[in-house]
């Protein structure tokens, strides 16, 4: 079964925040620099959603989106 793309994209987001590349208080790159990268719109506001509903990020579309000051870093990590 394919991930959705919306998953594709908020999964690799997920990853940067767990390796460092992104930090708590780090802005996410833009929806221009996500669309220049390939993602659609739709993909882009989807995953942003998804990632907010999770606790990896805050902030608002338009104002900027930006890494929760406590990810969920061990979600994956619990046993």
């Given at each position: 079964m394919t991930m959705p793309k919306y998953e594709v994209l908020a999964e690799e987001?997920?990853?940067q925040i767990r390796s460092g590349?992104?930090?708590p208080g780090d802005r996410l790159p833009s929806t221009s620099?996500?669309?220049t990268a390939g993602w659609s719109q739709g993909t882009i506001t989807w995953a942003m959603r998804v990632l907010r509903m999770e606790?990896?990020?805050r902030g608002q579309p338009g104002d900027g989106v930006f890494v929760s000051d406590h990810p969920p870093l061990d979600q994956t990590d619990s046993p």
């Amino acid at each position: 079964m394919t991930m959705p793309k919306y998953e594709v994209l908020a999964e690799e987001i997920r990853d940067q925040i767990r390796s460092g590349v992104l930090a708590p208080g780090d802005r996410l790159p833009s929806t221009s620099q996500l669309k220049t990268a390939g993602w659609s719109q739709g993909t882009i506001t989807w995953a942003m959603r998804v990632l907010r509903m999770e606790g990896w990020t805050r902030g608002q579309p338009g104002d900027g989106v930006f890494v929760s000051d406590h990810p969920p870093l061990d979600q994956t990590d619990s046993p």
